[in-house]
């Protein structure tokens, strides 16, 4: 599994585009890109997975950068909902473990 | 969210009791696991199981004893509870593949 590097801490508006970037420059190829959110007092949430293409769901969409080293993940219209720690993760196709880093603190102003 | 449950939700008890807390899934999933989360240090995996009666250790398992006897349920038993496990404990399931994880909404045990 690749380490990731997240910022601290972002802020949005309310109704905006979020853009949470990750990068990865360890990627190994069969790595995939996990996200998970963990809003106040409860358990992670899983977000959304990628391995090479662009990801949508109805939470968000997950670009991945064609080089693989990096990622964002987009909340489309950010609500205060959306106030969470974001944990980007790489995570090996055989390796059945999740490993967390410090993830994103992501602000929402209203 | 249905499908895992943990119990209790909050626990106190004395420094070198045991204390055993549960993990309950109804999705019939092969993975489970157990981190526990504290300030400062994210999620850190304690214990994980990949079927029944076969277990594994994370990277903070000293302490912490797991038993898995049917798929549905995952025991972390804390043997001689100290204050430095002090903290929030999550259970999380996993299917086959490289699917998303499905966690519990936590247990905060406190030791005193």
């Known amino acids: 599994d690749a380490k990731t590097t997240q910022p601290n801490s972002m802020e949005s508006n309310e109704e905006e585009p979020v853009h949470l970037p990750c990068n990865h420059s360890?990627?190994?190829?069969?790595?995939?890109i996990h996200w998970y959110r963990q809003l106040p007092s409860q358990g992670p949430e899983y977000v959304i997975h990628?391995?090479?293409s662009n990801v949508n769901n109805r939470m968000a969409s997950l670009a991945i950068a064609e080089d693989r080293k990096s990622s964002t993940l987009i909340l489309h219209r950010a609500t205060l909902r959306d106030a969470a720690v974001y944990y980007c993760?790489?995570?090996?196709?055989?390796?059945?473990?999740?490993?967390f880093g410090t993830g994103t603190r992501l602000t929402i102003i209203p | 969210d249905a499908g895992i449950t943990q119990s209790p939700r909050h626990k106190v008890t004395e420094t070198g009791t045991p204390v055993t807390l549960r993990c309950h899934q109804t999705?019939?999933?092969?993975?489970m696991y157990w981190y526990r989360q504290d300030p400062g240090h994210g999620l850190r995996l304690i214990h994980y199981?990949?079927?029944?009666?076969?277990?594994d250790k994370g990277e903070v398992s000293d302490g912490y004893s797991v038993s898995r006897s049917k798929t549905e349920d995952f025991l972390l038993t804390l043997e001689s509870a100290t204050s430095s496990q002090t903290s929030v404990y999550f259970c999380?399931?996993?299917?086959?593949?490289?699917?998303?994880?499905?966690f519990g909404s936590g247990t905060r045990l406190t030791v005193v």
């Open positions: 990628g391995l090479t």
């Open positions: 999380a399931i996993s299917g086959l593949g490289n699917y998303g994880y499905t």
């Open positions: 993760i790489s995570r090996d196709f055989g390796n059945e473990k999740l490993t």
């Open positions: 999705e019939n999933h092969r993975y």
């Open positions: 199981s990949y079927g029944v009666k076969d277990t």
């Open positions: 360890t990627i190994s190829g069969t790595d995939y």
